[in-house]
């Protein structure tokens, strides 16, 4: 393993970084450097964590596991698991809308792109791009009311792209993630893009992780569960030389999740701010070694690729490209050229598109260009407006209901709220084009009529939810409107939510 230790400021100062109050001075190599150290730890540390993507879940990866990697394995699934790499591609794809059109574009035209495009998606991005195609627009595409998984870790892992142009200049950064950040999330969800975002842009001026991670938290609002979250984990690493007693005191307080629908009841969690943690417990354990940071993130479980990304993302700015090992650069320069998953974009487009957006968001907050240095206004951290997710809301059962639904389903429940699960599937060889229409009634009214697609692309993540019921006994009837022999749609359970604990 290659042991990578953060230079001391002394030899920094000497890459052409000043430390001047107000201004931060950055080389144009220093800033490709940085810039593409991003990307490639980005692609890096999902590769690293992939195989144990929700292998683990509600428990560590046990030390004596042993993390066998393969050279050539980036490229590998570049090629024949392009999935993996989820995250990277919504990344790239919102850093080419502000390339293409522009730092002050509106947030349609970030949704758009994603939302038509043919990759593969989850949770709140793709009740997100359902909403999107149905006609609900950000930012109500990402609320909460709208969108089950707001609080998910989507725009977590997808926020690295506004960090990476508006190096120490976190307020540019909050303006991008809130246009970005709200098409497919609300709350906690939102602010782990904040956060994440925040520690980017300090990864051009701070060689502390200690300082980046603890001056990054004051761009989320002091009131909400994310922030008390992260703060916890802060004061338990002061407290704890070993990581694994963190991890334990964070599933002991912040473990449950209460919104997304497939966490609930489930040691299944994808919530923001518990993967936010783990990458929280890389960065600050890991002391700057690189392999030593991405593997604990790894090592933490649940979202275990996305969250040694993000860090190694972190790191790999904070290092530049230049500093990270020599054996992940050596598979990094396999696959720069490669395109990512149904997408005309690369590595190496990342990186350019990144530098010019940069340079862009420098001279349009009143940074300049001086022999080949750039000038930029620093800008403090500040924090974003507060919001919650799921307010007064807490899971209290979960009903199996495995039914195929020919034709009418009616069930009768108590809850001030509910989440209907179910999915549509394909029976005999036909094309993917079919969409079911259900009509949803409660209580003898009609609430809605719904559209389940069959296509993996265009599906609705679940059947029905209303977080707005009354207290009391409600009455449910499903009606498919439109039955067919060729494809099938199935209701699996039913989640009822209560306003007391």
Not at 122 to 127: F, G, I, K
Not at 177 to 192: A, E, L, R, S, T
Not at 258 to 282: H, L, Q, R, S, T
Not at 330 to 349: A, G, H, M, R
Request: charged share 20%.
């Amino acid at each position: 393993m290659s042991i990578l230790v953060l230079t001391s400021y002394t030899n920094y100062k000497k890459r052409n970084i000043s430390k001047n109050e107000n201004i931060l001075q950055l080389s144009d190599k220093i800033l490709k450097d940085k810039i593409k150290g991003g990307w490639a730890g980005q692609v890096i540390g999902v590769t690293y964590g992939g195989p144990y993507e929700f292998s683990f879940l509600g428990t560590y990866i046990q030390d004596y596991k042993k993390f066998f990697y393969q050279p050539g394995t980036i490229k590998q699934n570049m090629i024949h698991n392009p999935g993996l790499y989820d995250d990277l591609y919504m990344d790239i794809i919102f850093a080419n809308v502000i390339y293409k059109y522009g730092i002050l574009v509106c947030a349609d035209s970030f949704a758009r792109p994603f939302a038509n495009a043919d990759f593969k998606l989850w949770h709140a991005n793709q009740s997100a791009r359902y909403n999107i195609l149905n006609g609900i627009n950000p930012p109500a595409s990402g609320y909460y009311k709208n969108n089950p998984h707001a609080d998910d870790i989507d725009f977590q892992i997808e926020s690295d792209f506004a960090g990476l142009m508006c190096p120490g200049m976190p307020h540019a950064a909050a303006k991008l993630d809130d246009k970005v950040g709200h098409i497919m999330c609300y709350g906690d969800g939102w602010y782990g893009g904040v956060f994440i975002s925040t520690m980017y842009t300090l990864a051009f001026t701070e060689l502390s992780l200690n300082n980046i991670v603890k001056t990054a938290l004051k761009s989320v609002p002091n009131k909400s569960n994310f922030y008390k979250c992260i703060s916890d984990v802060i004061r338990w690493h002061d407290m704890y030389p070993d990581w694994h007693d963190t991890w334990f005191e964070l599933q002991k307080k912040w473990a449950e999740d209460v919104g997304c629908p497939d966490g609930v009841f489930n040691p299944f969690d994808i919530d923001a701010k518990i993967n936010a943690a783990y990458v929280v417990i890389g960065l600050l354990y890991g002391n700057g070694n690189f392999d030593k940071s991405i593997e604990i993130a790894t090592r933490c479980g649940q979202d275990a690729d996305c969250n040694p990304s993000t860090v190694a993302g972190i790191l790999g700015t904070v290092l530049g490209y230049d500093k990270i090992p020599e054996r992940w650069k050596k598979e990094i320069q396999e696959v720069e050229e490669i395109p990512f998953s149904n997408t005309s974009l690369s590595l190496s487009d990342a990186y350019k598109i990144s530098y010019k957006n940069a340079v862009n968001t420098i001279l349009e907050n009143g940074g300049k260009i001086k022999n080949n240095l750039y000038e930029i206004r620093k800008q403090n951290v500040v924090a974003v407006k507060q919001e919650e997710s799921f307010s007064n809301l807490y899971p209290k059962e979960m009903i199996s209901l495995s039914v195929p639904m020919l034709k009418d389903t009616i069930f009768s429940f108590s809850g001030e709220g509910i989440v209907i699960r179910g999915s549509t599937s394909q029976i005999n060889q036909s094309s993917y084009d079919y969409a079911f229409r259900i009509q949803v009634e409660y209580d003898k009214k009609k609430a809605d009529t719904i559209l389940l697609p069959v296509s993996f692309i265009k599906r609705r993540n679940e059947i029905y939810w209303n977080y707005e019921l009354s207290s009391g006994k409600h009455n449910i009837r499903i009606r498919v409107l439109n039955p067919s022999k060729d494809y099938a749609v199935s209701l699996t359970d039913y989640i009822l939510y209560s306003r007391n604990k």
